[in-house]
């Protein structure tokens, strides 16, 4: 008796053990958690990393309004103004669209001085509700096309006034909505930024994501009440595009809230359809692609002086000598102590080419995705057209966003000249860049396909049209990276 008592002791007391035994976490378990309670512990602290990048972004934006004109010739380590235009295009603009791969909007909720002044002239405005107009979808693609229209008018990348207007104007325009909107909330954030939309867009390519521990059914929802400053029902979180990663809802000790989740960049866009895909966000993509390349195109290509030429004289066969005038200095360029004069003329055809180019790739990039999802349809996919297109359009981000930040921020590789590189070497890291993201988006577009149902042998002819869409985007941006 005694020794069988003994025996069911034993073999009960061996699992038992093993259950108790506190599981090891992985790596990565240990890695998110540290991160989790690290910004947990410093949230408040995060108010003076934002004071000194208001700081920081003052100077920069500000700072050579108040210096002599730069020498000509002079580099970024000169003089103030050529230096605040290499941090500016140099390195935010492309780090911050690259950063996004790896740690998803954290520029937004960490370091962002716009947002965090929105949010701070919010304390004390009158918290209006967000109206319905400010909550229409299409308002910060809006918001994204004047900006990018004007900066080029005015040439922001070229002149410390431009920078000081666009940027300045931007940060002002934070503050009143801020300060108007919203009940300690982030309604520019969420609704109106320009940069925000980007980043929003290239976040669900991620490697980070702050999942709910436990998921409310009933899909992604918006609420103005909870703890979310960009106004996520975080109880029912699925996609990243809103979440500024600001740690709000993160409790590392509660069993609710929000974790963060370390995973495989892109796995958000692979399984787009459980991450609410937005047709809005799609054709976004499809736009903001072709009017980044507009504002690019209209300065290299040959064909623009013929068409300034032609449109001038049927101008003046009729008269219409005011488009030979310069605008104001807050439209278009008006520099003539550094010798460039924008007219009305200029100005016209900068607009008409940018949307020109805006409405070709939307087009393009809207027609290769209808075919993809006419093919896939064909082919045995799940669900109707619509769905498919939306989800099959998100393959074109890997290489939308690369073309963003190599083709813009080609100032980014002066570094690799500086320490010692040729002209060859950098454009080898520039095609190494961007014959990645060509294979990543179709990657993605293989991936999505599979969602859709498609066995891999079927999977082939409806990525055509996708890996054509690509190649166009990578045509369009060839003269940036590699040169005419
Ligand atoms: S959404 Fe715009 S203003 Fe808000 S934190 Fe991000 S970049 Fe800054
Ligand atoms: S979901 Fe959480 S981390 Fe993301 S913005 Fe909202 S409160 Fe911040």
Redesign the pocket.
């Known amino acids: 008796m005694s020794g069988n008592t003994s025996q069911a002791r034993t073999v009960e007391s061996t699992p038992c053990a093993i259950r108790r035994a506190p599981a090891r976490p992985s790596a990565v378990t240990a890695l998110t958690r540290a991160v989790e309670g690290f910004f947990v512990r410093h949230r408040r602290r995060l108010a003076a990393v934002h004071a000194a990048m208001f700081v920081v972004f003052m100077t920069i934006i500000f700072g050579p309004l108040f210096t002599p004109e730069a020498p000509p010739g002079a580099g970024a380590f000169d003089h103030i103004t050529p230096f605040a235009s290499y941090v500016l295009w140099g390195l935010w603009f492309p780090l911050v669209f690259l950063s996004v791969i790896v740690t998803g ?1 954290s ?3 960490i370091l ?1 001085p ?3 002044a ?1 949010e701070w002239g919010n304390r004390f405005g009158p918290q209006w509700g967000i109206p319905a107009w400010m909550r229409w979808e299409g308002l910060p693609v809006v918001s994204f096309l004047i900006v990018t229209i004007l900066g080029q008018t005015v040439g922001v990348r070229d002149h410390p006034e431009a920078a000081a207007g666009v940027f300045g104007g931007t940060m002002a325009a ?1 503050v009143v909505v801020g300060f108007l909107y919203g009940r300690r909330r ?1 309604a ?2 969420r609704h109106m ?1 320009p ?2 939309l980007l ?1 929003g867009v290239f976040s669900r390519l991620g490697a980070v994501e702050f999942q709910p521990k436990l998921r409310l059914p009933g899909g992604e929802a918006y609420t103005e009440h909870g703890v979310c400053p960009t106004m996520i029902d975080v109880t029912r979180k699925q996609e990243s595009r809103h979440c ?1 990663e600001c740690f709000r809802c993160v409790n590392p000790e509660a069993k609710g809230g929000v974790a963060l989740r370390l995973r495989r960049p892109g796995e958000e866009v692979e399984e787009i359809r459980h991450h609410h895909a937005n047709p809005m966000e799609v054709w976004f993509l499809f736009i903001g692609t072709g009017i980044a390349l507009g504002g690019f195109l209209w300065q290299i290509l040959p064909v623009w002086q013929d068409l300034r030429q032609a449109f001038g004289e049927w101008a003046i066969e009729r008269d219409l000598l005011w488009l030979a005038e310069p605008g104001p200095a807050w439209l278009m360029s008006v520099h003539p102590e550094r010798r460039e004069v924008l007219v009305w003329l200029d100005f016209f055809l900068i607009v008409a080419a940018m949307l020109a180019v805006m409405a070709l790739y939307a087009a393009l990039l809207g027609a290769t995705t209808a075919a993809a999802a006419r093919l896939a349809g064909r082919a045995g996919a799940d669900s109707g057209f619509a769905r498919r297109f939306t989800e099959l359009g998100y393959q074109y981000a890997p290489v939308a966003m690369v073309s963003l930040a190599v083709g813009l921020g080609t100032a980014l590789f002066a570094p690799l000249q500086l320490l010692g590189f040729g002209p060859e070497a950098v454009r080898a890291a520039k095609g190494l860049l961007f014959a990645a993201s060509l294979v990543w988006s179709g990657w993605l577009g293989w991936r999505i396909l599979a969602g859709q149902g498609l066995a891999a042998s079927r999977r082939w002819l409806p990525l055509l049209p996708g890996a054509l869409g690509s190649a166009a985007i990578a045509f369009g941006w060839w003269p940036a990276l590699f040169g005419l």
Do not use: E
Request: hydrophobic share 50%.
């Open positions: 909007r520029w937004c909720g962002c716009m947002g965090a929105a934070a982030r520019w954030c930024c940069i925000g980043l500024i």
